[in-house]
């Protein structure tokens, strides 16, 4: 028999995995301009995933790019598409992105969009993990320091509309630039992971609302 504890894991995975499903459906309503339509769909009579009309199963592993040297990226995904993988998956840390309050990085180490260029000239695609809460390992899990300072009541990885406010400020800004990176658009992000083991369908329902509008 499972435990309660194994239970509470499977709900949560489902979840999370509901929520990835959720963001790929949300990237095939951008419209296409391309003579043959690229897709990455949900079949759910067969329980697959159809790429291009056709099944297809990803086979990735996660490379956190902001932990890599920019040197050494080409070398990391030429190495994962030789040990077999054919898709990569990666966090978009908050707090490195912004680490103070409205002042923004993507130069050097945390250049995610040459991440992206670069993971797609090798073949891969790319699964975007971009929050609010990643976990991995982060101080605060990858929240800025910041969000508590400028509002102590401010209740986390909720609907909390003041810290909502904010998720949306973030991820207006870095997932219009990785829109055009789509699959359905010619690139190789077939999803966004929305959240990491939460049921914050709240933060799925923005990250809808920002692909659709751009």
Not at 57 to 72: A, K
Not at 118 to 129: C, F
Request: charged share 20%; proline share 5%; glycine share 6%.
């Amino acid at each position: 028999m499972f435990g309660w504890k194994t239970l509470q894991l499977f709900k949560m995975w489902t979840y999370e995995c509901f929520l990835i499903l959720m963001i790929v459906l949300a990237t095939e309503l951008v419209a296409v301009t391309n003579e043959e339509q690229r897709s990455f769909i949900i079949d759910y009579d067969g329980n697959q995933f159809l790429k291009d009309g056709e099944p297809f199963r990803y086979i990735s592993g996660s490379i956190h790019y902001f932990r890599v040297p920019r040197i050494y990226w080409q070398d990391r995904l030429d190495k994962m598409k030789a040990a077999g993988l054919n898709a990569i998956q990666t966090y978009l840390p908050w707090n490195e992105h912004e680490p103070e309050s409205g002042q923004y990085n993507f130069e050097d180490n945390l250049d995610v969009v040459e991440f992206v260029k670069l993971a797609n000239q090798t073949g891969l695609l790319v699964i975007i993990r971009p929050g609010p809460f990643i976990d991995a390992e982060r101080d605060f899990g990858g929240f800025p320091y910041w969000l508590l300072h400028d509002n102590p009541d401010m209740v986390l990885r909720s609907g909390d509309k003041s810290y909502l406010q904010y998720v949306y400020r973030w991820w207006n800004k870095v997932i219009p630039t990785l829109v055009p990176f789509l699959y359905s658009k010619g690139g190789p992000i077939i999803a966004f992971q929305v959240e990491e083991k939460s049921r914050m369908s709240t933060a799925a329902t923005l990250a809808i609302r920002i692909i659709r509008n751009f």
